[in-house]
């Protein structure tokens, strides 16, 4: 696995674990940080459509716009998740996990 790669995974989970200590920490949430950085995890769930392309792991390939949980119509659905209260945080999870996504396919050129 290249290095490229691997920092690629670390930041899905690094990431969220910031936005969720950096909002969450403390006592006087509702929510706390741990429960928080696991709704923002979620995020990795649209990976699942990984699943769907041959070969299920190519290096060089960007998945925005290749992968049907990485269209512009689907990132249009996370915008929206991320507005109400209740989905708020899947949401911001998944319009993260887009950022990184975008972020590796900038680096990949």
Known sequence: MSLRALMHLLLHA????????????GSGKTIG???????LL?????????????PIYAP????????PLHTAPAIAVYGALAVPRATRLVG????IHIALDA???LLMR
């Open 14 to 25: 690094a990431v969220p674990a910031l936005v969720a200590w950096a909002v969450y920490r």
């Open 33 to 39: 940080f741990r429960r928080a950085w696991g709704l």
């Open 42 to 54: 979620l995020g990795w769930l649209i990976d699942i459509d990984h699943l769907l392309a041959d």
């Open 60 to 67: 060089g390939r960007c998945s925005i716009g290749f992968h």
């Open 92 to 95: 911001i999870g998944l319009l």
């Open 103 to 105: 972020l590796d396919c």
